[in-house]
């Protein structure tokens, strides 16, 4: 009887002890978890993004992010808000990975979206839609800034199914088909949201950039006229110098020149309007210099609005950001909360 | 890579509490027998968290740590800072434990003690950038506004600042005419012949970072009894045509005959590599030159500048998709490098734009008119397209040649937002043309290959050419294009600029 109940206890053990490791390796992820998000909570930023960096390294890819919405699943029902610190937390190891890890950066980025996406399954409520398309929009905007356009695609893609007509993801979106060749979609996405804020400078531009390749040429320069003649930011430079190329493009020398140096005027350290300026001069037959020392006095000022164009667009992302560093310290508590953790505190000098 | 932080003994700062608990109640569920184990495992589990290196973490202390480490930490914390090593020293060190609590007022508070700030960047960057200088103030003493100033004037500027004064440089019309590294602020710069009215610009910088500007203008002398001198001149380079290596024949006047527009122009002047040279060097500092290539091509340019003769002249442009650094021209000297290859790379290729301006600044200079670039160039932020620098090139007598560091050994299609592909590829193999139509040509460096050989081939190549001089008939100064053919003895090709517009 002893024997048999010590094979029956042996094998036993032997069936438990495949399923036992994965759940220990399950819990020593998930507590691994906790204590990142713990210390992220409490404010200490950086030791919390090294034991996520240590984590992510170690651990196999499927299992980690299963490991990470379990967690998130477990607190996420008791306070939703949790999850977006959890999310943010991961946005920003995105950001540090992205560059030189791009397995881990590719799971950082999916399972900050899932986390998103855990909290709109939570919480229905407008204010927490509206915040979880600003966050994935966020995410959207660093991975497009990282030349990771599908990732980008596909992110603003579930922001404009949260919040339809999100100005960053529809910005951001025209800027991929602007990549992609695609000016007619590009114009379409763009045209209701200079509709609805007509304050939106960069998208009014991109908007009149579009109509001119698609030759819708009258309402694009009109479009480029009136940016051209307001702001004082790189929207107007860049106006001027599409406009300009118009009107030299139909002889009208001096009616580019003419924007050119208007836009020059409240604009000095734009480095490209006094090339331009230059040629457009020239090929009028006129003799007006090429001064570069503007330019010299310039330093560190001279921005190219040309080269502001080219890289993913911001100016929408901007006030999102900053509208998500205000909700961070709340989520950030929630997250301490559900945790058991202290919440941050300024930190005091030593 | 994020360093780890160091392991301490200290205690956690935090509690870890639901998933251990669910862990325990697991183990109540599978039994009493099994009780004791769960719970001995639960207590493995906190013990192990407990125990793992740098669970947690006392505050990072910075303060005496060189800047440079800080930063790289922040960085690695998510910042996205960018910096340059001439305002981040290495031998900085922090000097106050920041307070913050947020890596953006970490950052600003490890930068303060050392005048330095941030700026939000493209792409939500952060760049460090000079806190404000102390003041600086400069103004031109002479000439004065309205005065009469012909052939060589004397320019002097007062610089009034508590800082020590990097430079003065000096500009006409706003083109770069000297640089002065010490006082008296003064220097003597010719004034272009042309008529109207002349811009000088004084722009002094100092060692801090601290720059002012001051302008006046004057008047010119207009010579309305002009010589018109119409020679033209002709650089022709000869090699062997293909499948024959090595130094082509000597040849001599009789074996060249110029066309132009199919006529066939009688030679009035005749040498070889004699005349001066007006070199332009255009270095591109963009970011995708970072590192080791930027200064491989300071290096070679170093190396070039030493080849050129004590009668030849150039000047340095830094470039990225805004000009880093400009010198006036002047003695081929290496010391024209000097405070320049600190330039740290930044920023996109502007490459049309930056041509552009080295082709407007030969246009003054007298002989030999050259543009040596340099650049891995793939231009997505010029504002002027090559269609427009074909323009510029029919109306210039400089030549182009492009060093071009291929990294996609020939593959170069891309997207950009102004244009896609196969846009991109048709306005490269445009700027191709203009460069080989200019004189000059392209040649295209494989990663790791020996940038000051490609320099001296260049140079060689220089010295090797032929000059040809004729005087064209019935000039109409209408703008009209004279396209040139010359011809010389079978098996040897030749290249030249492929005409010129009578203007």
Same mark, same amino acid.
Request: contains cysteine.
């Given at each position: 009887m002893r024997r048999f109940l010590t094979c029956a206890l042996l094998l036993a053990l032997a069936a438990a002890v495949p399923a036992g490791a994965a759940f220990r390796e399950q819990s020593k992820l998930e507590a691994a978890y906790r204590r990142a998000l713990g210390a992220w909570a409490a404010g200490q930023d950086e030791d919390a993004l090294a034991q996520l960096q240590r984590l992510d390294q170690d651990g196999e890819v499927g299992r980690l992010e299963r490991a990470k919405l379990a967690v998130g699943k477990a607190f996420g029902r008791r306070n939703p808000a949790a999850l977006l610190a959890a999310a943010a937390l991961e946005e920003r190891a995105y950001l540090v990975y992205a560059s030189r890890r791009p397995t881990m950066a590719?799971?950082?980025?999916?399972?900050?979206?899932?986390?998103?996406?855990?909290?709109?399954?939570?919480?229905?409520?407008?204010?927490?839609?509206?915040?979880?398309?600003?966050?994935?929009?966020?995410?959207?905007?660093?991975?497009?800034?990282?030349?990771?356009?599908?990732?980008?695609?596909?992110?603003?893609?579930?922001?404009?199914?949260?919040?339809?007509?999100?100005?960053?993801?529809?910005?951001?979106?025209?800027?991929?088909?602007?990549?992609?060749?695609?000016?007619?979609?590009?114009?379409e996405l763009l045209a209701p949201l200079v509709v609805e804020h007509p304050d939106a400078r960069e998208a009014r531009l991109r908007l009149a950039v579009n109509e001119l390749r698609l030759g819708?040429?009258?309402?694009?320069?009109?479009?480029?006229?009136?940016?051209?003649?307001?702001?004082?930011?790189?929207?107007?430079?860049?106006?001027?110098?599409?406009?300009?190329?118009?009107?030299?493009?139909?002889?009208?020398?001096?009616?580019?020149?003419?924007?050119?140096?208007?836009?020059?005027?409240?604009?000095?350290?734009?480095?490209?309007?006094?090339?331009?300026?230059?040629?457009?001069?020239?090929?009028?037959?006129?003799?007006?210099?090429?001064?570069?020392?503007?330019?010299?006095?310039?330093?560190?000022?001279?921005?190219?609005?040309?080269?502001?164009?080219?890289?993913?667009?911001?100016?929408?992302?901007?006030p999102l950001r900053r509208d998500i560093a205000a909700g961070e310290r709340e989520w950030r508590q929630a997250l301490a909360g559900v945790l058991g953790v202290v919440a941050a505190q300024p930190r005091v000098s030593e | 890579m994020i360093a780890a932080p160091e392991a301490t003994p200290s205690p956690p700062s935090f509690t870890v509490a639901p998933d251990v608990g669910r862990a325990a109640a697991f183990g109540r569920r599978s039994g009493r027998r099994h009780a004791a184990l769960a719970a001995s495992l639960a207590a493995l589990v906190i013990v192990a968290a407990i125990a793992t290196p740098g669970a947690a973490q006392l505050p990072r202390r910075y303060l005496g740590m060189p800047?440079?480490?800080?930063?790289?930490?922040?960085?690695?914390?998510?910042?996205?800072?960018?910096?340059? /090593? *001439?305002? =981040?020293?290495?031998?900085?060190? #922090?000097?106050?434990?920041?307070?913050?609590?947020? !890596?953006?007022? &970490?950052?600003?508070?490890?930068?303060?003690?050392?005048?330095?700030?941030v700026r939000?960047?493209?792409?939500?960057?952060?760049?460090?950038?000079?806190?404000?200088?102390?003041?600086?103030?400069?103004?031109?003493?002479?000439?004065?506004?309205?005065?009469?100033?012909?052939?060589?004037?004397?320019?002097?500027?007062?610089?009034?600042?508590?800082?020590?004064?990097?430079?003065?440089?000096?500009?006409?019309?706003?083109?770069?005419?000297?640089?002065?590294?010490?006082?008296?602020?003064?220097?003597?710069?010719?004034?272009?012949?042309?008529?109207?009215?002349?811009?000088?610009?004084?722009?002094?910088?100092?060692?801090?970072?601290?720059?002012? /500007? *001051?302008? =006046?203008?004057?008047?010119?002398? #207009?010579?309305?009894?002009?010589?018109?001198?119409? !020679?033209?001149? &002709?650089?022709?380079?000869?090699?062997?045509?293909?499948?024959?290596?090595?130094?082509?024949?000597?040849?001599?006047?009789?074996?060249?005959?110029?066309?132009?527009?199919?006529?066939?122009?009688?030679?009035?002047?005749?040498?070889?590599?004699?005349?001066?040279?007006s070199a332009l060097l255009l270095i591109d500092a963009s970011e995708s030159m970072r590192g080791a290539e930027l200064q491989a091509a300071f290096d070679a340019a170093r190396?070039?500048?030493?080849?050129?003769?004590?009668?030849?002249?150039?000047?340095?442009?830094?470039?990225?998709?805004?000009?880093?650094?400009?010198?006036?021209?002047?003695?081929?000297?290496?010391?024209?490098?000097?405070?320049?290859?600190?330039?740290?790379?930044?920023?996109?290729?502007?490459?049309?734009?930056?041509?552009?301006?080295? !082709?407007?600044?030969?246009?003054?200079?007298?002989?030999?008119?050259?543009v040596l670039l340099l650049s891995d160039g793939a231009d997505v932020t010029s504002t002027l397209t090559a269609a427009d620098l074909r323009w510029k090139v029919e109306r210039s007598d400089a030549s182009i040649y492009w060093l071009r560091l291929d990294r996609t050994r020939?593959?170069?299609?891309?997207?950009?937002?102004?244009?896609?592909?196969?846009?991109?590829?048709?306005?490269?193999r445009e700027l191709a043309e203009v460069v080989e139509d200019s004189g000059g040509r392209i040649e295209a460096l494989l990663p790791g290959v020996d940038l000051a050989k490609a320099f001296t081939g260049v140079m060689a190549e220089l010295r090797a050419q032929y000059v040809l001089g004729y005087y064209p008939r019935d000039l109409k100064r209408d703008g009209s294009w004279r396209s040139l053919e010359v011809r010389t003895m079978p098996g040897v090709r030749l290249r030249y600029r492929a005409g010129w517009v009578d203007r």
């Open positions: 590719a799971e950082a980025r999916h399972t900050a979206a899932a986390l998103v996406e855990l909290h709109a399954s939570l919480d229905r409520a407008p204010a927490a839609r509206t915040a979880d398309a600003a966050m994935l929009a966020s995410l959207a905007g660093s991975a497009a800034a990282g030349s990771q356009q599908s990732a980008a695609e596909d992110l603003y893609n579930r922001v404009l199914a949260l919040v339809p007509r999100q100005p960053a993801a529809l910005l951001g979106l025209a800027a991929i088909h602007e990549l992609h060749a695609q000016y007619a979609e590009a114009a819708r040429r009258e309402r694009a320069e009109t479009n480029l006229r009136k940016l051209a003649g307001d702001g004082v930011d790189w929207v107007r430079s860049l106006a001027a110098q599409e406009l300009a190329k118009v009107l030299a493009a139909r002889g009208d020398f001096a009616g580019a020149g003419a924007t050119i140096d208007a836009a020059a005027a409240v604009l000095p350290c734009d480095p490209s309007l006094p090339v331009q300026a230059a040629l457009v001069a020239e090929r009028a037959g006129g003799a007006t210099p090429l001064d570069l020392s503007t330019l010299g006095a310039c330093g560190e000022a001279a921005e190219s609005a040309r080269a502001r164009y080219t890289h993913a667009p911001s100016s929408e992302l901007v | 800047l440079v480490e800080a930063l790289a930490r922040l960085q690695e914390q998510g910042l996205r800072i960018i910096y340059s /090593s *001439d305002l =981040v020293h290495a031998d900085m060190k #922090v000097v106050k434990e920041p307070t913050g609590t947020w !890596l953006h007022d &970490v950052l600003a508070q490890l930068l303060e003690p050392h005048g330095l700030a939000v960047g493209p792409g939500g960057s952060l760049l460090v950038v000079r806190a404000g200088p102390p003041p600086v103030t400069v103004r031109l003493t002479s000439p004065v506004a309205g005065e009469v100033t012909t052939g060589e004037v004397e320019v002097t500027a007062e610089v009034d600042t508590t800082e020590r004064v990097a430079f003065v440089d000096f500009f006409v019309n706003g083109w770069p005419a000297a640089r002065v590294k010490q006082a008296p602020w003064s220097a003597r710069i010719t004034v272009p012949d042309e008529g109207g009215s002349c811009r000088f610009t004084v722009v002094a910088r100092t060692a801090g970072g601290g720059r002012a /500007s *001051d302008s =006046v203008i004057t008047r010119r002398v #207009v010579h309305e009894d002009r010589v018109e001198v119409a !020679l033209r001149q &002709v650089y022709v380079s000869a090699s062997w045509d293909r499948g024959r290596f090595g130094a082509p024949p000597e040849l001599g006047v009789g074996d060249f005959h110029v066309f132009e527009r199919g006529v066939m122009q009688p030679l009035a002047t005749f040498g070889r590599g004699d005349t001066p040279i190396q070039f500048l030493r080849q050129l003769a004590p009668e030849d002249e150039a000047a340095v442009m830094v470039f990225a998709d805004r000009v880093l650094t400009l010198t006036p021209f002047g003695p081929p000297e290496p010391g024209l490098l000097e405070g320049i290859e600190g330039t740290a790379a930044s920023g996109g290729t502007a490459l049309d734009d930056h041509l552009y301006a080295a !082709l407007r600044l030969l246009d003054e200079r007298p002989g030999r008119r050259i020939g593959e170069r299609s891309f997207a950009s937002a102004w244009r896609d592909a196969e846009g991109n590829d048709r306005e490269f």
